[in-house]
């Protein structure tokens, strides 16, 4: 979805300027990453998450409510397998048209109808209630945004569920899960946009329940939000 090169959102106006770099350089390599060198992008899931992105994703699926579920920022479309192997109503929605084109043709190989659309989470083109669950994993500033999150209660039914995983973490102390923690820890705006994004699913109408989920090498954070009030 809108990965980066988004408009700054209020929280960024506090900033020094050598942060402001840095934070435009982190949106500008997640821009290409989504776009112009989206075919680089299972590589790099690969490294940086020491080959456990696809199972990061994965925690989410026993927390949807079916059948019809939208696939938020869906990429390269291995969550969207996941969804229609066990039985729901998928759909994919993304801003980048070449992770359309990845996750069109990984879908077609598997033979998984999963309707695909584009644009961007502040004008979801679906009617009220349309869908069970939305689904979003490791998204970008657009979470944040105030329309975002009203767009995504509108598509919910009243029912609906929005499950969000932001984060992942890798246990151990192997060098690999060393660096990876130091790499982690260097992002130091995460707890700011943690309590920004909590502020403002609150300010959408979302009870909010924070769920985290051990794997083997690694927790995951889950959100999973209920709309306590009609949007």
């Not at 209020?10 to 500008?28: C, I, K, M, P, Y």
């Not at 989410?60 to 039985?87: D, I, Q, T, W």
């Not at 598997?110 to 939305?134: C, D, E, I, K, M």
Request: hydrophobic share 50%.
């Amino acid at each position: 979805m809108d990965r980066c090169l988004s408009p700054e959102l209020e929280n960024d106006q506090h900033l020094g300027t050598a942060s402001r770099w840095f934070l435009w350089l982190v949106r500008l390599g997640f821009h290409l990453l989504y776009n112009q060198f989206a075919w680089t992008y299972d590589a790099v899931a690969r490294v940086v998450s020491l080959g456990q992105w696809q199972e990061w994703g994965r925690t989410a699926v026993p927390f949807l409510k079916g059948p019809r579920v939208l696939g938020l920022a869906h990429g390269p479309g291995y969550l969207l397998l996941e969804l229609a192997a066990a039985g729901f109503s998928a759909t994919g929605y993304d801003l980048s048209p070449a992770m359309g084109r990845i996750a069109g043709r990984r879908l077609a190989r598997r033979g998984a109808a999963v309707p695909l659309a584009r644009g961007r989470a502040q004008t979801l083109p679906y009617p009220a209630g349309t869908f069970n669950s939305v689904v979003c994993t490791f998204p970008a500033d657009f979470v944040l945004h105030a329309a975002s999150l009203s767009e995504i209660g509108r598509a919910l039914a009243a029912d609906g569920l929005f499950v969000l995983v932001p984060f992942a973490s890798p246990i151990g102390n192997d060098l690999a899960a060393r660096a990876l923690k130091a790499l982690y820890a260097s992002t130091r705006r995460r707890a700011q946009a943690s309590a920004l994004l909590f502020a403002q699913l609150q300010a959408a109408g979302f009870h909010s329940e924070v769920k985290w989920i051990s794997l083997p090498r690694s927790r995951v954070m889950l959100i999973v939000n209920r709309l306590s009030q009609n949007p």
